[in-house]
């Protein structure tokens, strides 16, 4: 059972995802897709079962095995250079922190400007740069200097990172920032490092909750259209309730069980009631790179389907994003064929991981966790090239791979 764990850990880790993602379909409409989730999973663990076969694992490490010896050699001093160089440049285009600016701001609409204001009209290649920094390179660079015991440099990185982390808004960039290296602590046992690091995580999120209301509340006179909104139930629990009459911790907590069991199922129940019924399958204009390829029009729904899924923003104008769990955009392309797609995909994607990491179980895990509970709310391709996991499996070939933990 154990050798069974170790070699299989990815697609174990990825069932319960998809557990809690079935959780949120049943809390939102009961039964009524579980047969497509049911053909979608099977179709998942079919490729994977084939794909654990000896032939295939045989072809597959030994094309690995050759990508293995081509070894980098880098040294890592430039790699932290060059990453809190851009931190720095960061602050000064942002013109300080927004977190700490935010505690000057008496109303609700005027912190989410503000939150906004941060990527706003600011050039893609930052934006991919903060990606790229806070979905990888930071985390790593934290991992690496424990692992290393570059102590002295590992404090000093971390107080610059979580502060940074909480500068830019995001309560997810601090679990990001600090989950890896969670989860190789406690599997060394420097338990008190854990609790630091989780410690951490709650004042972050707990002060970004603080600053996200403020004690003006909302301000009626302010242009609704002016607002954007991302992810809109993932900020919100459950809003007909009267807020008031729960504490701040109650609502956090609230919010963390509605973010993290409910809203990604809800999504997928959002997508599965509107597609086709409201909106017709994509047939491939889903795909940026595939609709640019074929001369059409790129499609997307997670921006499009923003209003049809929350009507009652339409007269307010606002805009923003629904983010689904990675197998449906396939199924808003092809419709349940697309989940032979998606399946077979991921299945690939999740084989050649615990290849690449094979002996390395205490890394595989610290550097590949995160990015699979992302799974829920993200498209594979955002999450492997834009969302870092790409990058992070590039920095652990380069500078950890011939650590064996």
Known sequence: MVQFISKHTLILVYSFVFAGLMFGVYHTSGTTFFQELGIYFVVLLAFYALMATKP???FLANRLRFIGHRKLNFNINYLIIGVLGFIIFHFFYLGG???LQSLDIYYVEDVALLRESISKETPKVILYLVSFSMKAILPFLLLYLIIKKRFVLYWILLTITVFYSFSLMQKSYVVGLLLPS?????????????IKDVGMIVLVVVSLVVISNPPGGNR???NPSSVRINLPLAENVEPDLPLKEYSKIELIARGLYSRILIVPGEMVSGWFETIPAKKPFLYGDGYRVLAKIRGREYRDYSSELYLVLNPEYKESGLEGTVNVASFM???A?????????SGFLLAFLLTVVELFFADNFKLKLSINLF????LSSTAITTLLFSGGWGLSILLYYIFLQDKRE
Do not use: E
């Not at 969670?182 to 854990?194: K, S």
């Not at 392309?333 to 797609?341: E, K, M, Q, R, Y």
């Open 333 to 341: 392309n092809f419709g349940w064929p697309g989940f032979i797609l």
């Open 97 to 99: 922190s927004p977190a």
């Open 56 to 58: 295939v694992q045989k």
């Open 371 to 374: 990015p699979i509970l992302l």
């Open 220 to 222: 009626t006179n302010l």
């Open 329 to 331: 955009y396939d199924y």
């Open 182 to 194: 969670i989860i190789y602590c406690v599997m060394n046992r420097r338990i008190l490092w854990a």
